[in-house]
């Protein structure tokens, strides 16, 4: 089972990057985001109040057991908002190495957006942008030859301290067609009331001339 997904992920990562370039590593990371949120929905969504390392080690187990790869966390501090984590063989390593295909660079953009989740829900930061949005780099890999994935998650501001850039992942197309079919709606509505007001001013301009014109003719026929 395991195997098929990893040949599945690695196929499907081949097929974007065919078609969208480096594209493919934002699709897959937001994939990624989106598999926790999976996770978040499933196994967090009724649970009390927990302590956030439990709810980490939970959620480790889960990723163990569903084939996501063997996580173990190296470090992990709430307070600061940052944790490191290895994996000697994480579903997108087990699908390159399988096709026998060496990465030059670390590869994990899936694993990363799946770590980038748990962050943001561990350490409960909602932030979407900016320093302080939580997000996930992969500084070694195995599919570049290394023993194991080493994945460091923090506020952005810390990770570009360490020297790592995480890419601002981009709005789906989707998302962008419906950001513009808003502003075309919110424009469409600025037009239409600025229609009505035109045709408030003409209708009373027009009331105005006709009293005008009532009032001359009275006066024309006062005159001797």
């Known amino acids: 089972m395991l195997s098929n997904t990893a040949h599945t992920l690695c196929a499907l990562k081949r097929v974007l990057k065919s078609d969208v370039g480096n594209f493919e590593k934002e699709l897959t990371y937001r994939a990624g985001v989106e598999m926790f ?13 927990v302590a956030p390392k439990t709810t980490l080690d939970h959620l480790v187990d889960l990723f163990v057991k569903d084939g996501l790869g063997t996580f173990s966390v190296v470090s992990f501090d709430s307070s600061e908002m940052f944790m490191e ?50 997000v996930a780099a992969e500084t070694t890999c195995v599919s570049t030859g290394e023993r194991e994935c080493h994945f460091v998650v923090g506020k952005r501001v810390r990770l570009e301290k360490l020297g790592l850039t995480v890419d601002h992942v981009r709005e789906s197309i989707s998302e962008h ?15 239409q009331n600025l229609n009505l007001d035109l045709e408030r001013q003409v209708r009373k301009r027009t009331e105005d001339l006709k009293r005008s014109e009532e009032d001359y003719r009275s006066l024309v026929n006062l005159s001797p």
Request: charged share 20%; net charge negative.
């Open 177 to 191: 067609a419906l950001r513009l079919n808003e502003e075309i709606l919110l424009k469409n509505l600025e037009l």
């Open 85 to 134: 984590l290895t994996c000697p063989d994480s579903i997108e390593t087990v699908g390159y190495l399988s096709h026998g295909e060496i990465q030059t660079v670390p590869s994990c953009s899936f694993v990363c957006g799946l770590l980038a989740g748990m962050g943001k829900h561990l350490f409960a930061n909602t932030a979407c942008e900016g320093p302080d949005e939580i």
């Open 37 to 49: 949120h999976c996770y978040k929905d499933r196994e967090l969504g009724t649970a009390g109040q």
